[in-house]
């Protein structure tokens, strides 16, 4: 089967490249009478069409190459693709029919289309939820509300050390205590690292990786 | 004199990190406890370092200052929210603005490492960086209030964050309109 299968696909793929051009455009056309065949190379293909494969076939040869040729559809320009539009009601029978004859498995470009359209919609509720008048407004509020504080701060550091100017010529000129700081900080963090480095393995077993920080400060 | 400026360079590399911190990490700026220290953090940050560099300047400037931007702050942040004309928003001025700011820091680093290299004025420097963060005010205002038919809006997690680029707008249009006021004031003072 699966031999024949392939003969047929080298058959349509190297002699009808006309039938694979109009083919590709009926996957655009939804209103086509049967189910769309994708004449890809893809190897889902016969996974999808298996047993119907040689039907639709013969179906796109009786109504998509008939067209390409004209036809005797006077209605219809020469040069169109595709065969007649047909009625709602007919194409949603004969979907459902080739549902019914197709395998009952998923097909692959289901389960994706599901799944963007899943994300999708969830994506639309999120963006739904997140410009929703509400939720801008508490958003507005809050980022007013932290302004405001963080100005009135700044503010009134700004005027006391505009009143005293002694603590910005403190801390341009005889920060002294600020110079014994550093000093020990380079000297914690110098031995906070040595500790880490070669406690580590040590430790990693038994204590969680904060544990030399009291360690290393109570010694 | 030992001169030690630990303090205000301390104070504004906390500042500085912290922002670092919550730009470039969104876990930072949306998680509950750490967005909180990394705004005290730069808020004492950049207040100690605002506080430091007005106190060289007079009591007097620094209200004036003050109250000027103040006042302009208000123009633009109103202007930004009642802007409803889509012809006007400066939401789209991101790029425009990056380049700008990109222009003006290498003008200013040109200047300190070669002064006689490029021409300077002191009050004209001021003035580009008082318009230019003017302007970061306004596209800073139109990304948080602007609505839904917006091309670029900021998350309504991101309200720190959001809080914080419109601190730093103002707080740089603070320093600059205090630069130009001070040069003024001591060129009036000169001559007296």
Redesign the interface.
């Known amino acids: 089967m699966k031999d024949k299968l392939k003969i047929l696909r080298f058959f349509i793929v190297s002699f009808c490249p006309c039938l694979i051009l109009a083919n590709q455009k009926s996957i655009h056309h939804s209103h086509l009478s049967f189910p769309p065949t994708k004449l890809s190379t893809s190897s889902f293909r016969y996974k999808k069409y298996g047993h119907n494969l040689c039907h639709n076939s013969s179906k796109l040869l009786h109504t998509q190459w008939l067209s390409i040729r004209g036809g005797s559809d006077t209605s219809r320009p020469i040069w169109t693709f595709g065969s007649k539009p047909t009625h709602p009601q007919q194409y949603q029978q004969s979907q459902r029919q080739y549902q019914q004859q197709s395998s009952p498995y998923p097909i692959v470009e289901d389960v994706t289309n599901e799944e963007n359209q899943k994300q999708s919609q969830v994506a639309k509720e999120m963006v739904d939820s997140f410009l929703s008048r509400d939720n801008r407004q508490s958003f507005i509020t809050r980022v007013y509300a932290i302004l405001t504080t963080q100005l009135l701060v700044t503010a009134g550091v700004v005027l006391y050390m505009a009143s005293h100017r002694n603590i910005a010529h403190w801390m341009a000129f005889e920060g002294r205590m600020i110079g014994k700081l550093k000093k020990k900080c380079q000297i914690i963090s110098i031995k906070y690292y040595f500790t880490i480095l070669f406690s580590r393995n040590k430790y990693a077993s038994k204590h969680t990786s904060s544990y030399p920080i009291p360690h290393t400060f109570t010694r | 004199?030992?001169?030690?400026?630990?303090?205000?360079i301390l104070s504004l590399t906390l500042s500085l990190v912290s922002m670092i911190v919550m730009t470039f990490n969104v876990a930072a700026r949306q998680t509950a406890p750490l967005k909180w220290q990394l705004?005290s953090l730069f808020?004492?940050g950049?207040?100690?370092i605002?506080?430091?560099i007005?106190?060289?300047?007079p009591?007097k400037a620094?209200v004036s200052a003050?109250l000027t931007t103040a006042a302009a702050s208000g123009s633009v942040t109103m202007y930004s929210i009642l802007q409803t004309n889509p012809k006007y928003d400066l939401s789209q001025l991101g790029r425009a603005l990056t380049s700008a700011s990109i222009i003006f820091a290498l003008y200013g680093f040109l200047y300190i490492f070669f002064p006689g290299l490029v021409p300077y004025s002191e009050l004209l420097y001021s003035v580009g960086g008082a318009i230019l963060f003017s302007f970061y005010l306004s596209y800073h205002t139109r990304m948080?209030?602007t609505?839904?038919h917006s091309k670029y809006m900021?998350?309504?997690k991101d309200?720190?964050y959001?809080?914080?680029t419109?601190?730093s707008d103002?707080?740089n249009m603070f320093l600059y309109i205090l630069r130009i006021i001070g040069s003024a004031e001591s060129g009036s003072n000169r001559r007296d």
């Open positions: 004199m030992h001169r030690n400026i630990l303090v205000p705004l808020t004492i950049e207040s100690i605002v506080g430091f007005s106190s060289f300047y009591f620094i003050m948080i209030v609505g839904k900021m998350g309504y309200y720190v959001g809080a914080m419109l601190y103002i707080i």
